[in-house]
Nanobody
């Protein structure tokens, strides 16, 4: 069974930095794309950043220039470096992966989420 586990959330002051990590486990044949999404209270889940197997990245306009997504294939992780954090970045951040794995084939899975709170 393939799983995603996020870590690195917490409380940080506005202007600060934090890094989120997402590790996947299981028999994964191929990662098509991984990414981070977030959901603030009362709002819909929205894309933050994605990275393809080839390394192409995509960012929400609201985080461009502040957030950086990267993959560490040796550690089976995807990271989100967040700088110049704003109070509006407060949300639950979810890791997402589109991958091909044993027993399930090509599938899209989500992590449980990690809370980021940015204080003024």
């Amino acid at each position: 069974q393939v799983q995603l586990v996020e870590s690195g959330g917490g409380l940080v002051q506005a202007g600060g930095s934090l890094r989120l990590s997402c590790a996947y486990s299981g028999i994964v044949f191929y990662i098509h794309r991984m990414g981070w999404y977030r959901q603030a209270p009362g709002k819909q889940r929205e894309l933050v950043a994605t990275i393809t197997n080839g390394g192409s990245t995509n960012y929400a306009n609201s985080v461009k220039g502040r957030f950086t997504i990267s993959r560490d294939t040796a550690k089976n992780t995807v990271n989100l470096q967040m700088n110049s954090l704003k109070t509006e970045d407060t949300a639950v951040y979810y890791c997402n992966a589109e991958l091909s794995a044993a027993a399930v084939g090509r599938t899209n899975i989500w992590g449980q989420g990690t809370q980021l709170t940015v204080s003024a």
